[in-house]
Nanobody, 118 residues
Framework: VQLVESGGGLVQAGGSLRLSCAAS????????MAWYRQAPGNERELVAS???????NYADSVKGRFTIARDNAKETVFLQMNSLKPEDTAVYYC?????????????WGQGTQVTVSS
């Protein structure tokens, strides 16, 4: 399974970015997909997730600003980030959880840097 993120970059506070994660080598529609982030000195944290049936979940810190969505035909998951704040600065990672016979298999992308300037 390969996950390739794109869309990161440098943006001013209040701006927007859209992250994409293209998956291959998996039955994408069956997977739960998520975005995590990790800032320097911090642990990796869940930002948002979306189940195979489209149920979404968000960290409190991003509710109302970020939206996760998936396109099963394109095997891609998106993270629309609006009203960005300097504290959103982090490396953002795409995560896939694939159903398996004895639980789930987990995969990670390489990460994409998001930097929000004040």
């Amino acid at each position: 399974v390969q996950l390739v993120e794109s869309g990161g970059g440098l943006v001013q506070a209040g701006g927007s970015l859209r992250l994409s994660c293209a998956a291959s080598g998996t039955i994408f529609s069956r997977n739960e997909m998520a975005w995590y982030r990790q800032a320097p000195g911090n642990e990796r944290e869940l930002v948002a997730s979306i189940t195979s049936s489209g149920i979404t979940n968000y960290a409190d810190s991003v509710k109302g600003r970020f939206t996760i969505a998936r396109d099963n035909a394109k095997e891609t998951v998106f993270l629309q980030m609006n009203s960005l704040k300097p504290e959103d600065t982090a490396v953002y990672y795409c995560n896939a959880q694939e159903p398996a016979r004895l639980g789930r298999l987990e995969y990670w992308g390489q990460g994409t840097q998001v930097t929000v300037s004040s």
